[in-house]
């Protein structure tokens, strides 16, 4: 009885045995189009991109990805955090070297004119005048703010440059009875201007 079954159990085993059992069970047929797709494409080690000027808050990063085997797929990881668009975005596989402390930004004092002193510190600009506001527009591409200011005095055109963030440039101008100054600014912002025992103080948000 003992010899039957131990027959029956190799005659099992025969049956089931694989002609090539090098051959693997699951091709790469099956597998989709399993390529060389790394090698077909630079390895990656620093990529730099630029946010748009409104940009404020990162919500989220999505990457897609091309995977072995020929398939498309998304990841994405959430952030939640507050971005200065002027900064690039980096991502690295290799790894980079950072500055330990950004390079402090001085307040600037302007003095274009006797009755008009301009102080910039950062996103802040103060018009230190005692003449009346008329009114204040916002015009877009450019992106710039006028601010009518009253006073009947004559003088050339003045341009000051600056390109230090958020100011690309300063234009006052003369228009007979009241005169412009014109903020030139380097991407899209909310602004409101207030009155105070200075003058006027514009903030940029």
Same mark, same amino acid.
């Given at each position: 009885? #003992? &010899?039957?079954?131990?027959? %029956?159990?190799?005659?099992? %085993?025969?049956?089931?045995?694989?002609?090539?059992? @090098?051959?693997?069970? $699951?091709?790469?047929?099956?597998?989709?189009?399993?390529?060389?797709?790394?090698?077909?494409?630079?390895?990656?080690?620093?990529?730099? !991109?630029? /946010?748009?000027?409104?940009?404020? $808050?990162?919500?989220?990063?999505?990457?897609? +990805? /091309?995977?072995?085997?020929?398939? *498309?797929?998304?990841?994405?990881?959430?952030?939640?955090?507050?971005?200065?668009?002027? &900064?690039?975005?980096? *991502?690295?596989? +290799?790894?980079?070297? @950072?500055?330990?402390?950004?390079?402090?930004?001085?307040?600037?004092?302007? #003095?274009?004119?006797?009755?008009?002193?301009?102080?910039?510190?950062?996103?802040? %600009?103060?018009?230190?005048?005692?003449?009346? /506001?008329?009114?204040?527009?916002?015009?877009?591409?450019?992106?710039?703010?006028?601010?009518?200011? #009253?006073?009947?005095?004559?003088?050339?055109? #003045?341009?000051?440059?600056?390109?230090?963030?958020?100011?690309?440039?300063?234009?006052?101008?003369?228009?007979? &009875? @009241?005169?412009?100054?014109? %903020?030139?600014?380097?991407?899209?912002?909310?602004?409101?201007?207030? &009155?105070?025992?200075?003058?006027?103080?514009?903030?940029? !948000?």
């Amino acid at each position: 009885m #003992k &010899k039957v079954i131990v027959v %029956l159990l190799f005659f099992g %085993l025969t049956l089931i045995a694989r002609d090539n059992p @090098f051959k693997p069970v $699951v091709s790469s047929q099956n597998l989709g189009k399993a390529t060389n797709i790394s090698g077909a494409y630079k390895p990656l080690k620093v990529e730099k !991109f630029k /946010l748009p000027s409104p940009s404020r $808050v990162m919500k989220k990063v999505k990457f897609e +990805i /091309l995977n072995v085997d020929g398939t *498309i797929s998304e990841v994405s990881f959430s952030v939640n955090k507050a971005v200065d668009w002027h &900064k690039d975005i980096i *991502i690295s596989n +290799i790894p980079i070297k @950072f500055q330990d402390k950004p390079k402090k930004i001085e307040p600037k004092l302007l #003095k274009p004119f006797k009755f008009l002193t301009i102080l910039i510190d950062k996103n802040k %600009l103060l018009l230190k005048t005692k003449d009346p /506001l008329i009114r204040q527009l916002f015009f877009s591409k450019p992106y710039k703010i006028a601010i009518d200011l #009253k006073r009947a005095v004559a003088f050339y055109t #003045k341009i000051i440059k600056l390109k230090t963030p958020p100011l690309e440039k300063i234009v006052i101008g003369n228009h007979g &009875k @009241f005169y412009r100054v014109v %903020l030139r600014l380097d991407g899209k912002y909310r602004y409101k201007i207030k &009155k105070n025992s200075n003058g006027y103080l514009v903030e940029l !948000f």
